[in-house]
C-alpha cells in the first residue's frame, strides 16, 4: 500500500466526532495505520492529529477531557466568551495531562499542524517542534479563535497566531494520499452522509461540505457545544462513518 495521510479539520467541539472516527482506526484500520506517513489537521482537527501520532493510549482520556471542557462551557451563560473564563488555559491543562513528554520528538515530521498568521493573513504548516512547549504552543495558535477564545493571540516563535481553519480548515499533504475526516457531511473520506435533497457545496477554507441545515447545526454546535448524551452520538456516529470507510476500499482488519 503506498503511503497514508491523515487529516482532520478543523470542528472545535465536534471534534469528537473524530476520536470516534480514531477509535475505529484503532481497532479495524491497521491496514491503514501500517502504511501511515503523517496526521494533519486545523484546530480541533490538529489536537487530535497530535493525539494519534504522540498518543494513541490515550483516547480515552482524550473524550474523557473532551466531555468535561464541553460541560464548562455549557456552564457558561454566554459560552467561552464569557469574561473570566479562560479558554485557553483550560486547553493547555488538557493537553499537558494527555501529550507525553517526548511528543515533540514523535511529532516531528510526522505531524503537520495548520496556523494562520494574524498580520499577513498567511497559513503555515508546522512540522518540526524544537520542545514539548513549542509543539503545544503551535497547537494551541492552530485553535485559537478572536473573541471566542479571547483577546489576544497566540505568540508563536515570535508571530501572533489565530486558528489554522481560518486559512486551510482541511490540510492535504502533496505526497502520498491524504484521507481526509470531518464531521460535516461533503465529499470527505469520512464524513457523515448527506441526507438532504440540495446537491449545492459550500467552500470553508478549503473543505467542501453539503449546503445543509444539519451541517449548518454542526457550525453552530462546534463552538457552543451540545449535551454530553448528544457527543456521545456523534463520536458513535464517527466510529461508524470510518469503518463504512474502512470496508469500502477493503482495508477492515
Not at 474523557?64 to 455549557?74: I, K, L, N, P
Not at 499533504?173 to 440540495?198: A, C, E, I, K, N
Not at 473543505?207 to 454530553?228: C, D, G, H, Q, W
Request: hydrophobic share 45%.
Amino acid at each position: 500500500m503506498a503511503v497514508l495521510n491523515l487529516s482532520f479539520a478543523a470542528c472545535g467541539f465536534m471534534g469528537i466526532y473524530h476520536l470516534g472516527a480514531v477509535e475505529a482506526f484503532l481497532r479495524h484500520g491497521d491496514r491503514l495505520l501500517g502504511s501511515l506517513g503523517a496526521c494533519v489537521g486545523a484546530s480541533a482537527g490538529a489536537l487530535v492529529a497530535a493525539v494519534v501520532t504522540t498518543a494513541p493510549d490515550k483516547l480515552e482520556n482524550c473524550k474523557d477531557f473532551t466531555f468535561r471542557f464541553a460541560e464548562s462551557v455549557r456552564r457558561q451563560r454566554f459560552g467561552a466568551a464569557i469574561p473570566g473564563y479562560d479558554f485557553m488555559l483550560t486547553l493547555r491543562e488538557g493537553m499537558e495531562e494527555i501529550l507525553p513528554s517526548e511528543a515533540h520528538s514523535l511529532a516531528s515530521g510526522r505531524l503537520f499542524v495548520s496556523i494562520t498568521h494574524s498580520v499577513s493573513g498567511q497559513n503555515q504548516l508546522v512540522s518540526t517542534f524544537t520542545s514539548r512547549d513549542d509543539l503545544i504552543k503551535a497547537l494551541l495558535a492552530s485553535s485559537f479563535v478572536p473573541v471566542y477564545a479571547g483577546f489576544k493571540p497566540v505568540t508563536f516563535r515570535g508571530q501572533k497566531c489565530v486558528d489554522g481553519g481560518f486559512t486551510d480548515s482541511l490540510p492535504i499533504l502533496p505526497s502520498g494520499r491524504t484521507v481526509t475526516v470531518s464531521p460535516f457531511s461533503g465529499p470527505q473520506d469520512v464524513s457523515p452522509l448527506h441526507r438532504g435533497r440540495s446537491a449545492a457545496r459550500l467552500r470553508l477554507a478549503n473543505m467542501s461540505v453539503m449546503l445543509s441545515l444539519e451541517n449548518i447545526k454542526r457550525l453552530n454546535m462546534a463552538l457552543f457545544p451540545p449535551s454530553t448524551a448528544a457527543m456521545r452520538t456523534f463520536c458513535q456516529e464517527g466510529f461508524g462513518d470510518a469503518v463504512r470507510f474502512l470496508r469500502r476500499e477493503d482495508w477492515m482488519s
